[in-house]
Structures are given as C-alpha cells and as structure tokens.
C-alpha cells in the first residue's frame, strides 16, 4: 500500500543531474569534482568556494579592530583640528573668553556678599556680551544675607581681558561692577 500523506519526491532524471561546465560548455554531473574535459572546477567545489568566501553576514575578527582604529583616528583628527582652530584665534584675538569672563565676575561677586560660602550662581542663564576684549557680564546670585535669610541679588560686571592664562585673576581687569539686591 502507498503511503497517501508524505509523498516522495520523484527521483531526479538524468537531464537534472547534469549541468553545463562555464570553461568548456559541455555537459558535466553536478557531482563532479571537476570537468573530465577542461578541468574546470565543478559545480559544487565552485559552491564550496562561495560559501567559503560568504561570511553569512558575520563580522570578521579583524574588521571590529579596524572599525575601532578607523573612529580613533577620525577623533583624534576632527580634535586635532580643533585644536588648530582654537590657538590660531587665540593668536588673532578672536577668541571668545564669555564663560571665564563670567567666572571672574562670579568672583567679584563673592567679595561683596556676607556669606560667599552659601552663593548659588545660576548655570546657563546669564547674558554675556563682547567688544573687542571686554565682557559685560548680566546675572544674578542666590545667597544668605545676615540674618541667614536667602535673597537674590541682581549684579552687572564689565570686565577687561588683558593676556595670559585667561583662568588667572590677573590676565583680567575690573571696569565697572554693580550689583542691586
């Protein structure tokens, strides 16, 4: 009796066992090592081949390595580059001290509270302008007064950069401070 529910495949005929050798043109079996007329590698050495050179979308050992290498070197050139730019502006005097100019006042500042200890400056809201070297710096310090009570004081500093190293108290000159709490 024939077994109705798994069906076998037809056996091959001899036509679907052959294949057309790419050297010669002639008829060889797929099975073949290769072509007993040319030589030629035979249909499955050529697919062994492929699918040694077919990596199935795996990476290569070497290839993370070189993945690295190539995003350090691309860092270290776009850092280089920065760096170029920023001496070279500093060199022009077109660098732009804004941040330690607002440090700097920031210390000013200090000097004239009752508790410097307690001031709490603000991060990013400040306004700072610049002519030339000179910084109007705009803000604004929280801290405690005499009777330990918290208070805002609102302060205005115009700043002179002269030269140097721009965190020194000395590469810097006071113009005007005001301050109004």
């Not at 050495?45 to 390595?65: I, T």
Request: charged content about 25%; overall charge negative.
């Amino acid at each position: 009796m024939e077994d109705q529910g798994n069906p076998q495949p037809p056996e091959p005929t001899e036509d679907a066992k052959l294949t057309t050798c790419t050297a010669c043109g002639r008829e060889i079996s797929r099975n073949a090592a290769a072509c007993p007329h040319c030589g030629e590698p035979g249909v499955l050495q050529q697919m062994n081949v492929a699918a040694d050179n077919d990596d199935g979308g795996e990476e290569k050992p070497g290839c993370r390595k070189i993945g690295c290498w190539l995003l350090i070197l691309v860092f270290g050139v776009i850092t280089l580059i920065g760096m170029y730019i920023e001496r070279r502006d500093k060199k022009a005097g077109n660098y732009d001290y804004s941040v330690m100019a607002k440090i700097q006042c920031e210390n000013y500042v200090k000097e004239i509270l009752k508790s410097p200890a307690s001031a709490k400056f603000p991060t990013f809201d400040y306004n700072a302008s610049r002519v030339e070297q000179v910084y109007t710096v705009t803000s604004y310090v929280d801290s405690q007064n005499s009777f330990g009570a918290l208070i805002r004081t609102n302060w205005i500093c115009k700043i002179k950069y002269l030269a140097g190293d721009e965190a020194s108290s000395r590469s810097w000159e006071l113009l005007d401070f005001q301050h109004s709490p």
